[in-house]
């Protein structure tokens, strides 16, 4: 039982959060805004911070609630976001890893479309995941490798109802400060969801198809529909009212956002100029991936006599265009502060999917198993290097979008990037590729690359936790202490 100064301090946590948010609402939807200086409480935005040359919240958040500004947000008052973002089957050592040390360093061919984010982020060598290795349970390391990753702990081998796992540590953040905000924690995937049957020699498939759990018992399964996740963000109500109200848009061939059209024109008379462009921006990207989930329903029903309702009708044929899709979205919840706290797990580890759209007809987890073939190892740098554009997309449009606070999005985020397997050809889990990028709103020395004696990555999930406000957490899985040069 929390004690009644905890229960207190989440409570002005999550009331000086709310403070701060506003939403369109209509029928059957409620669109949470991004926050606009126009919209805050009188005395809540403070003078310039002299470090950042911007609006600073943290002086009025201290005032108003005591604990509020350990509630997930930067020195400013800003919200601090977590995501983690999850690539199958490792990468090849050879074209990952960058060549020098320390802010003196080239980013290799993988990275490459990193460059122009280079002293945005860091690169962390040294961390592995020892859990997800053989021992006594032999084959099986894609599983291992998927659901070990956030959490440290050894799973259970059963290809059974009886998995038993590890809580991910996206889940302790969420625990501590979900609270202030509509979802607690997103989960996303461009994978299918099989949580039966056996997948990975003796594992179950619950395994493989699941990155964050809340417990040993519990998976949070990922959302891996784009409409779904759509009408999640910016629909209204249970799921069910979810569904009909998607269902009567369809029907008028009406938008979400006429329904909060009279909303819209009232709250535009209290904006600024530049707020009221703000505005009109982010309902610009949210009509614009409303469109986009419309062209790919209607490609599907034209082509296909199949549900309108399932979650093929909705993902696109191109596996980059699903990608992005699904960031996009991302970014629009930390941007609205729907969540603070996200996976994304973009496959599970051990899929075999190809890459016929950048030339590669072989399967990914068949690439990976090259043999020391250069022309197998050559295609899994491909694929590598394509996963990498993919980030490079994400974190470009976090950097482009400017918080509350004048910093960019990134700048107030934490966004790890990494694969619970290091060399995909002999199922290694030490020396994991890992990039951590984002300033967590100040906290974090970005534009290095650090070759840390083994560690466990676990020890860098404290450190993430501790800046997160998840206090009180001395150990973390295998962990061996905090990951401290970050």
Not at 309 to 330: G, H, K
Request: aromatic residues 8%; proline residues 5%; glycine residues 10%.
């Amino acid at each position: 039982m929390n004690p009644p100064h905890a229960n207190r301090d989440k409570r002005a946590e999550r009331a000086y959060a709310m403070n701060r948010r506003r939403f369109l609402k209509g029928l059957g939807a409620c669109i949470a805004l991004p926050a606009m200086e126009s919209l805050l409480p009188r005395g809540l935005l403070s003078t310039a911070s002299a470090a950042t040359g911007g609006p600073s919240l943290a002086g009025a958040a201290a005032a108003g609630a005591t604990g509020a500004v350990g509630a997930a947000v930067t020195a400013t008052g800003a919200p601090l976001r977590t995501a983690v973002i999850y690539f199958p089957n490792g990468a090849i050592p050879a074209t990952w890893w960058p060549s020098g040390a320390g802010e003196t360093f080239a980013l290799n061919k993988t990275m490459a479309p990193l460059e122009d984010l280079k002293y945005k982020m860091q690169i962390l060598g040294g961390l592995e995941d020892v859990s997800a290795n053989p021992g006594a349970d032999g084959g099986g390391d894609h599983a291992r490798a998927n659901s070990t990753f956030l959490s440290g702990v050894r799973i259970k081998k059963t290809s059974g109802k009886d998995y038993y796992a590890g809580a991910s540590f996206d889940q302790v953040i969420a625990r501590n400060i979900g609270h202030v905000t509509p979802y607690a924690s997103l989960e996303i995937s461009c994978d299918t969801i099989r949580n039966a049957g056996a997948c990975d020699t003796g594992y179950s498939c619950i395994y493989e198809h699941n990155l964050a759990w809340s417990s040993p018992t519990t998976p949070m399964t990922p959302e891996v529909n784009p409409r779904l996740l759509f009408e999640r963000l910016f629909g209204a109500g249970a799921p069910k009212d979810r569904t009909k109200n998607l269902a009567m848009r369809q029907q008028q061939q009406r938008s979400v956002l006429d329904f909060v059209a009279d909303d819209t024109q009232s709250l535009e008379r209290q904006l600024s100029g530049s707020d009221t462009q703000k505005l009109d921006q982010f309902l610009t990207n949210v009509r614009e991936i409303e469109q986009r989930l419309e062209r790919i329903e209607k490609t599907y029903a034209q082509h296909t006599a199949g549900d309108a309702q399932t979650p093929a009708a909705a993902i696109p044929p191109s596996y980059t265009e699903y990608v992005r899709l699904n960031f996009d979205m991302l970014h629009l919840a930390f941007l609205t502060d729907n969540t603070r706290v996200a996976t994304f797990m973009i496959s599970g580890d051990g899929n075999n999917r190809d890459f016929t759209e950048i030339g590669i007809a072989e399967g990914h987890h068949f690439c990976t198993h090259h043999r020391n073939q250069p022309e197998l190892i050559a295609k899994t740098s491909v694929i590598d290097h394509w996963y990498v554009q993919q980030l490079a997309y994400f974190l470009n449009k976090m950097e482009e979008t400017k918080d509350i606070d004048g910093n960019s999005l990134l700048h107030n985020s934490m966004i790890l990037y990494g694969s619970g397997h290091a060399d995909g050809n002999r199922h290694t889990h030490t020396n994991l590729p890992i990039i951590l990028a984002g300033a967590g709103g100040g906290s974090l020395t970005p534009g290095r690359y650090i070759q840390n004696k083994s560690a466990p990555v676990t020890n860098l999930y404290l450190s993430m936790m501790d800046r997160m406000g998840a206090t009180g957490v001395t150990r973390f899985g295998d962990s061996t202490g905090r990951l401290l040069n970050i």
